[in-house]
């Protein structure tokens, strides 16, 4: 039997506090703020002149929701103040809805669109002076239809200007629109918190898109502003179930809060009551279904809900000269809630008053230590380490109270080895500081999709001790950065798979001076060479990672970039539509690298010496600064700070940024690469069969061991990754086996024939041809243009550039392509010594 209404207690909102969005999380004041909600209407026209029951009957729904645990209402319509009075006297917040019609072409008619705008600033007229007003919804599920026929662009435009009109009306509350799958692509990124309508009833299926949208919301919260379970067709107890399963997952996976469809089976739209649904969690004469008490339960308990067991985690904390920070990364995880943790200090050997701030902890454990680099810092952590999780973050971070709840309930779903959350940068206090923050080149996660990750940050991840156990821990050779990166990859070569989840926040401090943030990218330089010695494969020719996942937190701008594409489904009836972004592209990013700037420093220093074509090199500085521009343009800098001075700051990080990166990166490159052993064969047992027009030469070997092609190849990479050469093996799609570069101007493609001629009888033949890199063939075109141009000119001087660039081209590439196949032939004798294989005649090879 349930309690009265009146034992349930609430506490009226006598004034308005402003609820707030700071990361994936909403907060009143200091704490957090889940959002714990129900739909309220829509309904039809009562005697008082507006669309929402009698009075008398409100009240009674208040009273049961407070009852319920309930402390948010959506609503369709614009409440009357008596409503919005009654709903503060009962301590329930309202996210109002400002309805106008969705559903035509309104961006047809200007008319309409002033219409639009109009009703949504008369709405927030309306609702503003009231506490129990925090938020807006300025848009519900514009059909799919009609913004395939507006366009996506113009329609998510339209959207950004009515965000504008409510926050013009009403500057401390929220301000979001509810988009729902059929128009996922939509991007709305503009908005206080995502809004999203989800109807799912499998729990895998939900969980899995939650993921989802976590990732479209990225650093906001996510908020589901609709979901409900039809209990005539799904039966009642069958919609308290799946309510039960959806709340749990909501919570779980860290929304920020839910808004249960609906309050009551009482429906009305379109000018008819809807009499062949019934989603209330109360029927139409207010009587509790059992999806009721499901609801209940999470709303009137603490979230987020908890773990079914909580495995003991170490905490580990590597510090060098942190003392800036170091006191609020401790004093934040002194108060994280999880019962079972201890947290480990590793101090590196600071010579700043590092120790003295953690000595002041009694609840960690300290070890100090001379300075040895940060790998091994990490690896002491785990030799301390008394759980059977050991989560990492950095003293330059702040944890989110609810962190390990929510690293720990991923590993405790998924069965993984391996999870990582976000890390985000607080607000900062100064205009550099706060330039800096949204500027590119931070730690950030790389992820293969919605829930896998390719990458987790050193500051925000976590491992099952065996996992660490079986690949050594962290690799001593990283000091101060790449260790993580390392890390990652080598559990990725074991077969490990690295989760994600997206409400294990950190608050990650960046570096406050421009001097600090170039200095932070010399240092990801340095490290981004030292993991290639390892990872050779893993890395383009330019020396930069090749990553497969999404990368985020990275530059803001799709200047230069493939547009996405969008999946409408056909005749634009998908009911997921989605937003589908293109690989990432060399042209992306080619305007910030090193190689291009010394193209315009090479082409300037030409139009010097001969007078003419200076444009070629202005061009190229214009798109190098109008790419940067553009994603300053974009960049999220706090409101505080905006302004053309802080647009030119971060416009001039993201130039010089990848510049000093990379100018370190080719440094340990360039140190590392001179002292590896070169590649020869002592004793070589056949000459190969030279096919010049073909670039290409023959080897085979004969074996009667059952020898495949297989053993050949991977012997050749394992000696060529060794030497820290770039290789890329066949994945299927490719008609040679590996091709193999070395330089910016040849490569080689390696292919392997196995001839079986019975019992363990096998021929192996071996092509090896080389070919000219794209910079090679754009370089020749190059010179080749130059050179018409000159002569169509009548410009010797010009020709005479073009003539010795092309010769000291074809002189380099003639030199990289001799170089490049005297090894790969050593490497093929190498191999099959190695293996025993006996050489053959290979004519017949060509």
């Known amino acids: 039997m349930s309690l009265p209404c009146s034992s349930f207690s609430y506490a009226p909102l006598a004034t308005r506090e402003a609820v707030t969005a700071q990361g994936k999380f909403l907060y009143v004041n ?7 909600g129900v739909s309220y209407g829509p309904f039809s026209q009562a005697t008082h002149g507006t669309p929402f029951p009698e009075k008398q009957v409100v009240e009674k729904d208040f009273a049961l929701m407070v009852e319920l645990g309930a402390n948010c209402i959506r609503t369709y319509t614009v409440p009357p103040v008596w409503l919005l009075d009654l709903a503060a006297a009962y301590g329930l917040r309202i996210m109002v809805g400002i309805p106008w019609a969705e559903h035509i072409c309104f961006l047809s008619s200007s008319a309409v669109r002033a219409e639009i705008r109009g009703a949504i600033a008369d709405g927030v007229r309306a609702c503003r002076d009231s506490p129990a007003t925090f938020a807006y919804l300025v848009g519900n599920e514009i059909p799919p239809d009609v913004v395939r026929w507006h366009g996506a662009k113009q329609v998510r435009a339209f959207l950004r200007d009515l965000v504008s009109v409510a926050k013009d009306g009403d500057p401390t509350a929220l301000v979001s629109y509810a988009n729902y799958p059929c128009t996922e692509y939509l991007d709305i990124d503009f908005t206080d918190f995502l809004s999203f309508n989800v109807y799912l009833h499998k729990e895998k299926d939900f969980r899995s898109y939650l993921a989802r949208l976590h990732n479209l919301a990225e650093d906001k919260p996510l908020v589901l502003s609709e979901f409900g379970i039809d209990s005539i067709r799904e039966g009642v ?3 308290a ?14 929304a920020a809060g839910t808004i249960v469809f609906s309050w009551t089976d009482e429906w009305f739209t379109g000018g008819f009551a809807i009499q062949d649904w019934a989603f209330g969690l109360v029927d139409r004469d207010r009587h509790k279904k059992p999806a009721f008490y499901s609801v209940q339960q999470y709303y009137k308990s603490l979230l987020p809900p908890q773990l079914p067991e909580y495995p003991k985690v170490s905490v580990v904390v590597c510090t060098y000269n942190a003392e800036r920070t170091l006191d609020s990364c401790l004093a934040s995880l002194e108060r994280l809630n999880y019962p079972n943790y201890e947290v480990i200090v ?3 050997g600071s010579t700043d008053g590092s120790w003295r701030i953690a000595r002041k902890y009694d609840y960690i454990r300290l070890i100090n230590q001379e300075n040895k680099g940060l790998s091994v810092a990490r690896n002491v952590g785990i030799a301390a380490a008394e759980g059977e999780i050991i989560a990492y973050t950095d003293s330059d971070c702040v944890a989110d109270p609810d962190w390990l709840i929510y690293l720990v309930d991923k590993f405790l779903s998924s069965g993984l080895s391996a999870v990582g959350g976000p890390n985000l940068p607080p607000p900062e206090d100064a205009l550099i500081p706060a330039c800096v923050a949204v500027s590119p080149g931070g730690p950030t996660h790389v992820l293969l999709n919605d829930e896998v990750a390719e990458h987790i940050a050193g500051c925000n991840m976590a491992f099952r001790r065996e996992a660490l156990a079986e690949i050594g821990g962290f690799d001593p050779l990283f000091h101060a950065a790449g260790d993580d990166v390392d890390l990652c990859w080598r559990l990725q070569d074991q077969g490990y798979t ?3 989840s997206p409400a294990a926040i950190v608050w990650h401090f960046r570096r406050n001076t421009v001097a600090a943030y170039l200095k932070q990218q010399q240092g ?31 530059l803001y701008s799709t200047f230069l970039i493939g547009q996405p594409t969008i999946y409408s489904g056909v005749f634009g009836r998908g009911f997921f539509q989605m937003l589908y972004q293109p690989p990432a ?13 010394l193209a315009i420093a090479l082409f300037g220093t030409l139009s010097l010496l001969s007078g003419h074509f200076p444009w070629v090199a202005i061009i190229m500085v214009l798109i190098s600064w109008g ?14 700070f905006q302004g053309i001075k802080a647009r030119l700051l971060v416009a001039t990080l993201i130039y010089l940024g990848p510049l000093v990166r990379s100018l370190e990166r080719y440094r340990w490159r360039f140190k590392g690469l001179t002292q590896m052993d070169a590649i020869e064969c002592d004793r070589v047992t056949q000459k190969p069969e030279v096919v010049w027009h073909k670039s290409a030469f023959y080897l085979s070997y004969w074996t009667e061991a059952g020898m495949e092609k297989e053993s050949l190849l991977l012997g050749a990479m394992e000696l060529l990754l060794s030497r820290k050469y770039f290789i890329i093996p066949d994945r299927g799609w490719s008609s040679w086996d590996l091709e193999v570069y070395r330089g910016i101007w040849s490569k080689a493609q390696i292919k392997v024939c196995t001839e079986n001629h019975g019992s363990g009888k096998r021929l192996l033949r071996v092509r090896c041809g080389l070919k000219l890199t794209q910079l090679a063939k754009m370089t020749a075109i190059g010179c080749t243009l130059m050179a018409v141009a000159a002569i169509a000119l009548g410009r010797s001087e010009l020709g005479a550039i073009a003539l010795v660039t092309s010769a000291i081209t074809a002189t380099t590439i003639l030199y990289q392509h001799s170089r490049l196949g005297r090894i790969l032939y050593h490497v093929m004798e190498n191999v099959a010594q190695r293996l025993y294989l006996l050489p053959t005649d290979n004519k017949g090879g060509a």
Do not use: M
């Open 241 to 254: 179930q799946i309510l039960d399963r959806k709340l749990a997952s909501s919570f779980k996976t860290g």
């Open 627 to 640: 790419w940067s521009v553009a994603a300053a343009v974009q960049a999220p800098i706090d409101s505080r």
């Open 30 to 36: 200091d704490r957090k703020f889940f959002l714990k």
């Open 237 to 239: 107890e069958g919609q």
């Open 524 to 554: 990801y330089g340095k490290a981004e060479a030292l993991v290639y010695f390892k990872h050779p494969y893993r890395f383009n020719l330019l020396g930069q990672p090749r990553w497969f996942g999404r990368i985020y937190g990275g």
């Open 498 to 500: 690295i989760g994600f």
């Open 585 to 597: 592209s060399l042209f992306g990013y080619l305007p910030l690298t090193l190689e291009w700037n």
């Open 346 to 348: 590793v101090n590196d």
